[in-house]
């Protein structure tokens, strides 16, 4: 299984970014995908994260109406759209997904709950 993040780099505070992530994943709709992010000297961090295509998205609090995660089943690929991003937001960000293990899912916010991950991409916003 691997995963492939793209779409990082440099944009002034108050642009945007779109990160992708494509999956090699044959169950690809029946995983659990989220991203994480971390920052030097920091703490990797939940930022997003989507169960079930039909299911409510979970954000952490600081980006929560600037960042919209959502998936295509069909391409095996979950994104990241980033707007009015801040100096502070700037880290390697990773995707990352785990199978569902169940009917009522709860996505899963800690990095030790996930199976899978890709190799992160760099997002770097100039002040």
């Known amino acids: 299984v691997q995963l492939q993040a793209s779409g990082g780099g440099l944009v002034q505070a108050g642009g945007s970014l779109r990160l992708s992530c494509a999956a090699s994943?044959?169950?690809?709709?029946?995983?659990?995908v989220a991203w994480f992010r971390q920052a030097p000297g920091k703490e990797p961090e939940f930022v997003a994260g989507k169960g079930r295509s039909g299911d409510e998205p979970l954000y952490t609090d600081s980006v929560k109406g600037r960042f919209t995660i959502s998936r295509d089943n069909a391409k095996n690929t979950v994104y990241l759209q980033m707007n009015s991003l801040k100096p502070e937001e700037s880290a390697v960000y990773y995707c990352a997904a785990t199978p569902m293990t169940s009917v009522i899912w709860l996505i899963p916010t800690r990095r030790a709950d996930y199976r899978y991950w890709g190799q992160g991409t760099q997002v770097t916003v100039s002040s």
């Open positions: 994943i044959r169950t690809f709709g029946s995983h659990s």
